[in-house]
C-alpha cells in the first residue's frame, strides 16, 4: 500500500506502510474526497516536482479544503475544465489564491468567479493573479464560494483543475 504526506510543496511517500510524515499537517488519504490526485516527480527533471500541475476536485465545499501547495510568488493561472455541482444547479465557483506566509496569517491574493466551466463538456474557466509578495514562496487556493453562497451545503467536482505558474506559457 502505498500512503503520502504533502510537505510544503513536495509528497513523501512510503511504499512500507510506514505512517507519512507531515511538518503541515496535510495527509493525503486516497479513499477521501477532496483530495488532489498526486502526480509523480519528473524523472527526466532530476525528481524535481513541477510547479506547474494538473488534477481534479471531488467534493468540495465552500472552505472545506485547501490544495497542494506549490512553489510561487509572482504569476498563477489557475483552470477547471467540466464543472459540476452537487446540490443545485451549476452556475458559479469562487476560487481564492492565498500566499502562504510562514509563522503568519496567510495573505489572502483574491476570489476570481469562474462561470464557463459550467456550460458543458470540456469546458474551461481560468483566473489569473499577478501580484508579488516578498514573504512567502508557496501558493494554495480554496474555493470561496458556489453559486454565490458561502454557507449553501453544495459540493463541486472538477474534471481537470490545470495550475500553471509560468505567464511565458
Known amino acids: 500500500m502505498l500512503t503520502a504526506a504533502l510537505t510544503g510543496t513536495v509528497a513523501i511517500a512510503?511504499?512500507?506502510?510506514a505512517a507519512p510524515v507531515s511538518?503541515?499537517?496535510?495527509i493525503f488519504n486516497p479513499n477521501e474526497e477532496g483530495l488532489f490526485e498526486l502526480q509523480a516527480p519528473d524523472e527526466?527533471?532530476?525528481?524535481?516536482?513541477?510547479?506547474?500541475?494538473?488534477?481534479?476536485?471531488?467534493?468540495?465545499?465552500?472552505?472545506?479544503?485547501?490544495s497542494r501547495h506549490w512553489a510561487d510568488n509572482d504569476y498563477t493561472e489557475i483552470q477547471f475544465t467540466t464543472c459540476e455541482m452537487i446540490g443545485a444547479a451549476g452556475k458559479s465557483v469562487g476560487v481564492k489564491l492565498w500566499q502562504a506566509i510562514p509563522f503568519n496569517q496567510d495573505k489572502d491574493m483574491g476570489v476570481k468567479t469562474f462561470t464557463n466551466c459550467f456550460t458543458g463538456p470540456g469546458k474551461t474557466s481560468k483566473g489569473e493573479w499577478?501580484?508579488?509578495?516578498?514573504?512567502?514562496d508557496n501558493r494554495y487556493f480554496t474555493i470561496d464560494?458556489?453559486?454565490?453562497?458561502?454557507?449553501?451545503?453544495?459540493?463541486?467536482?472538477?474534471?481537470?483543475?490545470?495550475?500553471?505558474?509560468?505567464k511565458a506559457d
Open 23 to 26: 511538518d503541515d499537517a496535510h
Open 145 to 166: 464560494h458556489l453559486n454565490g453562497s458561502q454557507t449553501a451545503r453544495l459540493v463541486i467536482n472538477v474534471k481537470k483543475v490545470y495550475v500553471d505558474t509560468s
Open 44 to 66: 527526466g527533471n532530476g525528481g524535481a516536482w513541477a510547479r506547474n500541475f494538473t488534477s481534479e476536485l471531488k467534493g468540495w465545499g465552500s472552505g472545506s479544503h485547501e
Open 130 to 136: 499577478n501580484a508579488h509578495y516578498s514573504s512567502g
Open 14 to 17: 512510503s511504499a512500507d506502510g
